[in-house]
């Protein structure tokens, strides 16, 4: 069993950062890609970046340039800094591991959510 436990959501004005973290727990073997995603209501998950074990990132368009994705392998542990940010990036933020459970068990992997608002 893997458990993600997100923190670091809350309220921030336009312009402002946020850190979230998002941590695995639980018998496993290694960690793959990591991620975080985002939903609205009414809309559907929508990638936000991914990192590679080795580092290698991933960001959606309306990210770029505004948050930063990294990880600490030995903490097994996942960081999303989030930089200007504006009113349309409010949302559930969930994390997500693909995780090696054995030698041929893998399992894709979501945390509970935590929300982000930008508001003034």
């Given at each position: 069993q893997?458990?993600?436990?997100?923190?670091?959501g809350?309220?921030v004005?336009?312009?402002?950062?946020?850190?979230?973290?998002?941590?695995?727990?639980?018998?496993?073997?290694?960690?793959?890609?990591?991620?975080?995603?985002r939903?609205?209501?009414?809309?559907?998950?929508?990638l936000?970046?991914?990192?590679?074990?080795?580092s290698?990132?991933?960001?959606?368009?309306?990210?770029?340039?505004?948050?930063?994705?990294?990880?600490?392998?030995?903490?097994?542990?996942?960081?999303?800094?989030m930089?200007?940010?504006?009113?349309?990036d409010?949302?559930?933020?969930?994390?997500n591991?693909?995780?090696?459970?054995?030698?041929?068990?893998?399992?894709?992997?979501?945390?509970?959510?935590?929300?982000v608002?930008?508001?003034?």
């Amino acid at each position: 069993q893997v458990q993600l436990v997100e923190s670091g959501g809350g309220l921030v004005q336009p312009g402002g950062s946020l850190r979230l973290s998002c941590a695995a727990s639980g018998s496993f073997f290694s960690i793959d890609a990591m991620g975080w995603y985002r939903q609205t209501p009414g809309k559907e998950r929508e990638l936000v970046a991914t990192i590679s074990r080795g580092s290698t990132t991933n960001y959606a368009d309306s990210v770029q340039g505004r948050f930063t994705i990294s990880r600490d392998n030995a903490r097994n542990t996942v960081y999303l800094q989030m930089n200007s940010l504006k009113p349309e990036d409010t949302a559930v933020y969930y994390c997500n591991a693909v995780v090696q459970r054995s030698n041929w068990d893998w399992s894709n992997d979501w945390g509970q959510g935590t929300q982000v608002t930008v508001s003034s």
